[in-house]
C-alpha cells in the first residue's frame, strides 16, 4: 500500500483564490437572521464573513469568490463597502438555490486557483502557534491529494453538538463515522480542493458529499488537525457562548 509523509514546505506558495460560502438561509440562525444574512450576523463585533476574510487576507489570499442567494443584495453591499482590498467575484444563486456541491460547481468558472480554499461561514476559529490556512498549503500534494480538510478533535470542537465526522490514519487519510460509533475529529468548514474533483455533477442541486465520497473512496482525502480554537456558531444561542469563551482565553 502506498503510504503519504506529510511535511510541511515553507518554499510552497498560498493559493490566492477562496471560496467563500454564504449562499444559505440561515434557517438555524433565525430569529437573527430575518433581517440579514447569515454571514452578517456579528460575533465580538465583527460579521461572521469578515472574520472569514480576515483570516484569507492575513494567510495571503486575495481573490474571493462568494456564493449569494438569501438577501443577497444586502451581502454584495457589505462586500463592496468592506473589502475593497480584495478582489471579490460574485456567484450569483438569487434564481435558485444550489446547495454545497452545486454552488460550488457553478463558481468553478471563477475560480483560478488550482488547488483553492473554500470555507464556511459559520465556524469561528483562532489559528494556534501557525496560520492554519499557511499550514494547509504547505500540506498539500497534488499527486496524492484532491481534498484537504481542516479537522477539530470533538472533545474541543466547542459547541458542536454531533458525534464527529471522520477517522484519519497514520498517513493522514480521511474516513467517515461508521454508524452509531463516534468519530475523533469534526470538519472545521475549511477545505483546500482540486479542481479535478469539482466534475461530474449528479444534478445541479447537491451537496459537497458527492465530491467527497469521490476523494474518500479513491484514498485521496486528506484532514489536518487545527491547532488552535475553534467554534460552531450556527445557533443564535452559541454566539454569546462563544464570545464569554473567548473572552475567558
Known sequence: MKTLAIRPDPGVAVP??????????????RPL?????KPLIQIKGTTFIDHVLDHLRAAGVMR?????HYMADMLEAHLAAQ???????ISDERTKLLDTGGGLFQAL????????FCVNTDNIWIDGPMDSLKMMARMWNQADMDVLMLLVPLARANQHA???DFYLDPYGRLTRRRPNRVAPYVWAGIQLLSKSLVVDPPSDVFSTNVFWDRAITSGRAYGLVHQGLWFDVGTPGAIPRAEAMMADG
Not at 490566492?16 to 440562525?29: D, E, H
Not at 474571493?64 to 449569494?68: A, D, G, M
Request: aromatic share 2%; no cysteine.
Open 16 to 29: 490566492n483564490t477562496a471560496m467563500v460560502m454564504a449562499a444559505g438561509l440561515g434557517t438555524r440562525m
Open 33 to 37: 437572521s430575518v433581517t440579514r444574512p
Open 64 to 68: 474571493i469568490v462568494v456564493n449569494v
Open 83 to 89: 473589502a475593497r482590498d480584495l478582489d471579490v467575484r
Open 109 to 116: 468558472p471563477l475560480i483560478d486557483a488550482d488547488p483553492f
Open 162 to 164: 454531533g458525534q464527529g
